[in-house]
């Protein structure tokens, strides 16, 4: 179908270049007329229309197949390229031209030089539109991504609209498709493509704790991608000036004016040293577990010596460490113990305690 359709537009193209070369010689030697008769078909106009129609149409079959190849190939190039460079690229060449459009009529005092000067200005401010809006286009992929072109800038909808960008531990972590099955995380889930490339590493590595992280890690991107109702988007931007999948991350959060959910407590850091919003999943994971208060007593089980002379380590059941003081020599054993204190951090909670029993010694 294409290739008739090409067929059929150089044929008329032909045919409209043979009627307009006998239309010019026709007035550069009016004797040329007498050799033609004066019919539509049979005319000299008609005739050299006739004429070219069927040269353009002879060479367009004798190139049609190389032609064919040449335009699929361009196609399949143009479709290759990341639809954010394609709308950037198109909206900054559109931008460049417009306002060469603007400037061009303040050139018309110029004459003839004027004209060429127009054609300088239109190809020069369609090249730069074209620059500034592949370096610019993730930002506006942003602007358009966070609702700031539509109707729907109340705060509620940009709340709900918000974007959470995943990183790789926290995929590979797993917890996080609980999280989002249980409703608590609203809005948009992004998963950046250089985080799948990081992953897809992790599973292709030689090593076999790393290949079963890499691999559990895109098992549970499906799961959330297909298995959940949430509203997931494969951001297929990169910053090729960075190197560092975390600062990378960093970068993305800043131009969606999303927030970073991690387990990773140095990215933790480095994101609230540059003011970009963290959800960090184990934080969450100590917030929703049971409170321990000082004075409390409650009944574990010591399981090993700790660090330090006569301290025994035991556990709750949510995995929270208890150092006991004094409890090295009841290792095995279950007792009571009264807590002390409770330390709080980003990398977890520890619970110091001393035997009841010394207490009631005392």
Not at 17 to 45: A, K, W
Not at 81 to 102: E, N, V
Not at 299 to 312: P, S
């Amino acid at each position: 179908m294409l290739k008739k359709a090409i067929l059929a537009f150089t044929v008329l193209c032909g045919a409209w270049c043979g009627y307009t070369l006998y239309q010019m010689v026709e007035r550069s030697f009016p004797e040329v007329s007498s050799l033609f008769g004066q019919g539509v078909i049979t005319g000299g106009s008609g005739i050299f229309a006739l004429l070219g129609g069927l040269l353009f149409g002879m060479i367009t079959i004798l190139t049609a197949e190389k032609f064919d190849g040449k335009l699929q190939a361009m196609i399949a190039s143009f479709s290759r390229i990341p639809m954010t460079d394609l709308a950037a690229g198109t909206a900054g060449l559109l931008g460049g031209l417009l306002i060469s459009l603007l400037l061009s009529p303040s050139l018309t005092w110029l004459g003839q030089g004027g004209r060429f000067l127009q054609v300088g200005i239109t190809l020069l401010g369609g090249y730069v539109g074209l620059r500034i809006g592949l370096e610019k286009k993730q930002e506006l992929a942003s602007l358009w991504m966070s609702g700031k072109w539509s109707q729907g800038t109340e705060p509620e909808a940009r709340r709900i609209e918000e974007h959470k960008i995943l990183d790789t531990s926290v995929i590979i972590d797993g917890r996080i498709a609980d999280i989002c099955k249980t409703g608590f995380i609203e809005g948009t889930i992004v998963i950046p493509e250089f985080v799948l490339e990081e992953l897809q590493h992790i599973a292709d590595s030689s090593d076999l704790l790393k290949r079963n992280r890499g691999r559990r890690g895109l098992d549970i991107l499906n799961k959330i991608q297909k298995e959940l109702d949430v509203k997931v988007l494969i951001y297929e931007g990169d910053f090729e000036e960075i190197s560092e999948v975390d600062s990378k991350l960093v970068k993305l959060a800043k131009v969606l004016q999303g927030k970073v959910v991690t387990n990773d407590f140095n990215l933790n850091k480095v994101c609230e040293l540059q003011g970009v919003s963290v959800l960090n999943i184990n934080d969450l994971a100590n917030a929703v577990k049971p409170v321990v208060l000082p004075g409390e007593e409650i009944l574990v089980q010591i399981i090993k010596d700790g660090k330090e002379h006569g301290q025994g380590v035991a556990y709750l059941d949510d995995g929270t460490m208890i150092v006991v003081e004094g409890g090295r020599e009841y290792i095995g054993s279950m007792m009571e113990v009264l807590v002390t204190s409770v330390l709080q951090t980003s990398a977890g909670r520890m619970i110091f305690a001393k035997p009841k029993l010394l207490e009631k010694a005392q």
